[in-house]
């Protein structure tokens, strides 16, 4: 029986976000701590099998809350459906032939849920991998990158940008240009490079698990209110524009100026809508360390830049001993297969 297994890893943004959304850039990498695996084979009917995530049983009225606050109303599987019935759609409109053997899939997840590490879109990309082997097509990893958008934006209606699918698509450290989409194959897609992975010493990511949400309850208000207020598009711009200059402090090694970049970011995200107070304070924590503290993502995570082995054992000293849900690990680079 072929088995075909495929994992995409969790996604972490350097800098530039959310500039991507609004036609920006973003440098952001993949890492190995924490990923979604996605299994497909031949089956007698086409079977979507549930995960944990997708239970419907519950110790308490408490847990049942917990858990829809952590995973919504519906799981992955609505993730996984969704790819399937999106890539089907997109192979007959672009002529690519289609076995008819059915196939069983399931999905699980590490990935921390709701707190920006881009949990959704790694079951995507992975299901996607796995219905481009099973069925032999070949598809560009930039035309990859938008498929995957648009199945969480066009299809299941979640406020997002390109940033993190071309991270998990490619891999490793990537470099991002939103500034002149261009149409292919019916898909918009941008510039984007691989950089060397060797490049990013001294990060670190914090996680706070208690304060998890979807990333489109930032993304979505954020989008109707930057298209009508020319000081919130400005600052975008601003946001933009700071990411050819940590490409260029990476290139040199120059570890102070990508210091205060990652923290010019931040402050720059805080123009743009109220931080939480929770979210703030793990950013206060981390900078009172010494280490620079930006978001990862949309919230929830934060990542930046530490000095050495002493600041790092400060850092996690720091943050454990603010909240028993603040999490920090060093991240690993996962690089393309």
Same mark, same amino acid.
């Given at each position: 029986?072929?088995?075909?297994?495929?994992?995409?890893?969790?996604?972490?943004?350097? %800098?530039?976000? &959310?500039? *991507?959304?609004?036609?920006?850039?973003?440098? $952001?990498?993949?890492?190995? !701590?924490? =990923?979604?695996?996605?299994?497909?084979?031949?089956?007698?009917?086409?079977?979507?099998?549930?995960?944990?995530?997708?239970?419907?049983?519950?110790?308490?009225?408490?847990?049942?809350?917990?858990?829809?606050?952590?995973?919504?109303?519906?799981?992955?599987?609505?993730?996984?459906?969704?790819?399937?019935?999106?890539?089907?759609?997109?192979?007959?409109?672009?002529?690519?032939?289609?076995?008819?053997?059915?196939?069983?899939?399931?999905?699980?997840?590490?990935?921390?849920?709701?707190?920006?590490?881009?949990?959704?879109?790694?079951?995507?990309?992975?299901?996607?991998?796995?219905?481009?082997?099973?069925?032999? %097509?070949?598809? &560009?990893? *930039?035309?990859?990158?938008?498929?995957?958008? $648009?199945?969480?934006?066009? !299809?299941? =209606?979640?406020?997002?940008?390109?940033?993190?699918?071309?991270?998990?698509?490619?891999?490793?450290?990537?470099?991002?240009?939103?500034?002149?989409?261009?149409?292919?194959?019916?898909?918009?897609?941008?510039?984007?490079?691989?950089?060397?992975?060797?490049?990013?010493?001294?990060?670190?990511?914090?996680?706070?698990?208690?304060?998890?949400?979807?990333?489109?309850?930032?993304?979505?208000?954020?989008?109707?209110?930057?298209?009508?207020?020319?000081?919130?598009?400005?600052?975008?711009?601003?946001?933009?524009?700071?990411?050819?200059?940590?490409?260029?402090?990476?290139?040199?090694?120059?570890?102070?100026?990508?210091?205060?970049?990652?923290?010019?970011?931040?402050?720059?995200?805080?123009?743009?809508?109220?931080?939480?107070?929770?979210?703030?304070?793990?950013?206060?924590?981390?900078?009172?360390?010494?280490?620079?503290?930006?978001?990862?993502?949309?919230?929830?995570?934060?990542?930046?830049?530490?000095?050495?082995?002493?600041?790092?054992?400060?850092?996690?000293?720091?943050?454990?001993?603010?909240?028993?849900?603040?999490?920090?690990?060093?991240?690993?680079?996962?690089?393309?297969?």
């Amino acid at each position: 029986m072929q088995i075909i297994r495929h994992r995409a890893f969790a996604r972490a943004g350097l %800098i530039g976000n &959310p500039s *991507d959304g609004y036609g920006g850039k973003a440098i $952001s990498f993949t890492f190995q !701590e924490f =990923g979604a695996n996605v299994v497909m084979y031949p089956w007698d009917q086409v079977e979507v099998i549930w995960s944990e995530q997708d239970r419907n049983r519950f110790d308490s009225l408490d847990d049942l809350i917990d858990d829809v606050t952590l995973n919504g109303y519906y799981g992955g599987v609505r993730l996984v459906k969704a790819t399937i019935k999106r890539f089907v759609e997109y192979c007959r409109e672009h002529d690519y032939t289609l076995h008819d053997q059915p196939f069983s899939v399931r999905y699980d997840t590490t990935i921390p849920r709701g707190v920006g590490l881009s949990g959704s879109s790694a079951i995507v990309v992975a299901t996607l991998r796995c219905l481009l082997e099973y069925y032999s %097509i070949e598809l &560009p990893r *930039d035309l990859q990158s938008s498929l995957v958008r $648009s199945v969480e934006n066009d !299809e299941l =209606g979640i406020a997002c940008g390109y940033q993190d699918r071309v991270a998990q698509v490619y891999e490793g450290l990537v470099y991002m240009d939103f500034g002149q989409m261009r149409p292919t194959n019916g898909l918009e897609v941008g510039r984007y490079e691989d950089l060397d992975p060797t490049l990013l010493q001294g990060v670190y990511i914090a996680y706070d698990l208690s304060r998890a949400k979807t990333s489109a309850s930032v993304h979505g208000p954020l989008r109707t209110r930057v298209s009508d207020d020319a000081d919130l598009a400005a600052t975008i711009a601003e946001i933009a524009r700071l990411v050819d200059k940590a490409r260029l402090a990476l290139d040199e090694h120059d570890a102070d100026g990508l210091h205060r970049l990652l923290n010019r970011n931040f402050d720059l995200r805080c123009k743009l809508y109220p931080i939480q107070s929770g979210y703030l304070a793990m950013i206060q924590t981390a900078r009172g360390v010494g280490a620079s503290a930006k978001f990862a993502g949309s919230g929830g995570a934060i990542i930046g830049t530490i000095r050495d082995d002493a600041m790092y054992v400060a850092l996690c000293q720091a943050m454990t001993s603010a909240s028993a849900d603040w999490h920090v690990i060093r991240p690993t680079v996962a690089t393309a297969n």
